[in-house]
């Protein structure tokens, strides 16, 4: 068992894969010689070749319906786009095609595609390489959206989407590529889709989060803890669908509920808890649900970005303020 990055997960589970099942391939730009960007599937032409490790023009709007045509002939093909804010120009081929093909199809077809983006902000990037376009995704009929918030995570969730046979949006927070090692054993182990992961128990609050904000909360919560407040963490994971039970379960033990989010506040992933709270969870509630977001406009250039970003102090002033409503 080897202790790895996020990003070296990445690679593990996409090379995993490639040798169980020679119907996995991988494309985008650079991704070859290159081994991508964040050097995510380096190593991996050198394995398998050019036939299944595909260097891609500039064109998302081409690598989106290249994976398409691929995986409707019986293919898995795993898509990378350098950054989140390049797969606008795929969005088409993904939301009126990938997403739509078995009901198109009446289930004659379908598409098990992967479709990978760095994502969020906290590198310092350039406009168009930090957006949070997680509800964008979810709000589309047909895909599913999953976002890892560590490298054992990112393994088994990652292996969990190629082999399912509708298509993956597969965001992985760039942020904390590198930032924390964990041991993983490749030993092929999916994870399971569509449920949240409940990272620590509380009765007094649940946090929920996804990405790369787990690790500020997490933190948050061992400091609370060590005041007597036990906080119950919740890493969301599968972004949609949506696992409401487990925080349906998590509020009506606490009675209090703070989510924490990158992406901009406005019909958001967690404006959509927020309102499932209220329509289902009301009794249960004893204080009002809070949102800590990214604020409604472009992340900013690294001077301002840490200020869009929800801080330490921002979650912290959150979790007060619902901890001590009466």
């Given at each position: 068992m080897a202790e790895i990055t996020l990003v070296e997960a990445i690679t593990l589970a996409l090379a995993h894969e490639m040798k169980q099942d020679k119907d996995v391939v991988v494309l985008g730009e650079d991704i070859g010689a290159n081994g991508g960007v964040f050097r995510a599937t380096d190593g991996l032409l050198e394995t398998y070749g050019p036939e299944r490790v595909l260097d891609t023009p500039l064109a998302e709007a081409m690598i989106a319906g290249l994976s398409i045509g691929m995986a409707a002939q019986g293919m898995k093909p795993v898509a990378e786009f350098q950054f989140e804010g390049f797969i606008y120009p795929a969005m088409n081929q993904i939301c009126n095609h990938a997403a739509r093909i078995r009901n198109r199809t009446r289930g004659r077809l379908s598409c098990p595609a992967v479709f990978r983006a760095p994502w969020g902000g906290g590198i310092h990037a350039p406009e168009h390489h930090s957006d949070s376009p997680e509800a964008l995704f979810a709000h589309t009929p047909g895909l599913r959206v999953v976002i890892p918030s560590s490298p054992a995570r990112a393994y088994g969730l990652l292996l969990a989407s190629i082999r399912d046979p509708d298509p993956v949006i597969f965001f992985e927070p760039k942020r904390i590529y590198r930032l924390v090692k964990q041991n993983v054993e490749d030993n092929g182990e999916a994870l399971p889709l569509d449920r949240a992961f409940v990272l620590s128990e509380g009765d007094d609050l649940t946090l929920v989060t996804w990405g790369a904000l787990v690790h500020e909360c997490s933190a948050?919560?061992?400091?609370?803890?060590?005041?007597?407040?036990?906080?119950?963490?919740?890493?969301?994971?599968?972004?949609?669908?949506?696992?409401?039970?487990?925080?349906?379960?998590?509020?009506?033990?606490?009675?209090?509920?703070?989510?924490?989010?990158?992406?901009?506040?406005?019909?958001?992933?967690?404006?959509?808890?927020?309102?499932?709270?209220?329509?289902?969870?009301?009794?249960?509630?004893?204080?009002?649900?809070?949102?800590?977001?990214?604020?409604?406009?472009?992340?900013?250039?690294?001077?301002?970005?840490?200020s869009y970003l929800p801080s330490v102090d921002r979650i912290k002033a959150s979790i007060d303020e619902v901890l001590e409503y009466a």
């Open positions: 948050i919560v061992n400091a609370y803890h060590k005041q007597g407040v036990n906080i119950e963490l919740i890493d969301l994971a599968t972004i949609s669908p949506i696992d409401f039970d487990t925080i349906a379960e998590s509020v009506a033990k606490t009675g209090r509920c703070v989510i924490v989010q990158e992406a901009p506040q406005t019909c958001s992933v967690g404006s959509e808890i927020a309102a499932c709270l209220a329509e289902q969870c009301l009794t249960d509630l004893e204080a009002p649900v809070v949102r800590v977001s990214g604020y409604d406009t472009v992340m900013p250039f690294l001077k301002l970005e840490k």
